[in-house]
């Protein structure tokens, strides 16, 4: 089950699916109904998994397009029920066990109760259950082992009320690399898909080849190439001041394009195979970079901020550590923030 939500962690959802397809996923995983409905509108037929709850508002649209709920607790079973009972046919549906995440979903000592709730009305059908790892990419905490023995216990009830039919799913991107038995019957990786590792360049590092491969570029071009002597008080709160007569390339490209003011005086990108550093303020729409000595850049030269150009690559994972964040959240910025081309 390939997650896409977030319109497919930044590198488009219909894209992906179409992707993930074609490679033999069974099934999809998204936040919200609405992302099922765009699944749906765009002639995706497997199944759709709604991860995040369901509100009543939701429900009509929710069966009407056929996608499957993941139950968090009683409250939403009888809205389920009464627009099933009105379409006349029952409503699939999983339940999320609360085994550890700590986030949403069911206490394992409620869980029982739960399934009796969905087995009371006729027009409930249930299919399976599923739980999230807080911590699957941490490879020295005993957590995630605990939560498969947890997830295992809690769900056997479901293996043994629905025999063959019952499916259990509990694997991220870490629980499939790093959790021995987190199989079960269906994982959900998403970062892997894309790309990365879910520990980041640790995970890069010691991962056995094949290694992933990036999927996404993120690339601008520069826009003015200008001289500046020392001592010149450079963009917002003159941030950085020049020691030396410096080149600086403008790029078109700032904060609102995800390129977060965080990266001010830290971030580097690729031009003509060499890494330069951002110096500055990044803006909301400039960026400038120090490219003394690289004489050759002209306006529309390409600039790589995310990827590879000749033997220099940045990964997500760099930019991430200079964000002080994950390669999620940066692939979701660039990739939701701006133009995507397709290529390959
Ligand atoms: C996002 C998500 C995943 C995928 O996690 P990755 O770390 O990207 O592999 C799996 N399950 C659930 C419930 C999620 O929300």
Known sequence: MPMIKADGYGHGMLECAQVFTQCGAAAFGVAEVVEGIHLRQAGCTLPV????????????????????????????LPVLAQHAARLGKPAGIHLKLDA??????????????????????????????????????NRQSPHSAEMVARFRRTTEVL????????CLHLANSGGLFYVAGAQFDLVRPGIALYGYYPDGQTGRDQAPPPLLRPAMRFATRVIQVRQVPAGTGLGYNHLYTTTRPTTVAVLPLGYEDGYLRLLSNKAQVLIQGNRVPVIGRISMNLTLVDITGLEMVKPEDEVILLGRQGAEEITAD??????????????CLFGNLNQRTYVD
Request: hydrophobic share 50%; charged share 15%; net charge negative.
């Open 49 to 76: 998994f709604i991860l995040a709850g369901v509100i009543p508002q939701a429900v009509p649209d929710l069966l009407a397009y056929n996608l499957t709920p993941v139950v968090v607790d009683q409250d939403i």
């Open 159 to 166: 293996r043994q009320r629905l025999a063959g039919t019952c």
């Open 100 to 137: 550890g995440m700590g986030r949403q979903g069911t206490l394992a000592a409620e869980f029982l109760e739960l399934v009796a709730a969905v087995e009371s009305s006729p027009w409930l059908r249930l299919e399976g259950a599923m739980a999230h790892f807080p911590m699957a990419d």
């Open 318 to 331: 760099e930019i991430a550590a200079w964000m002080d964040t994950i390669s999620y959240e940066v692939l």
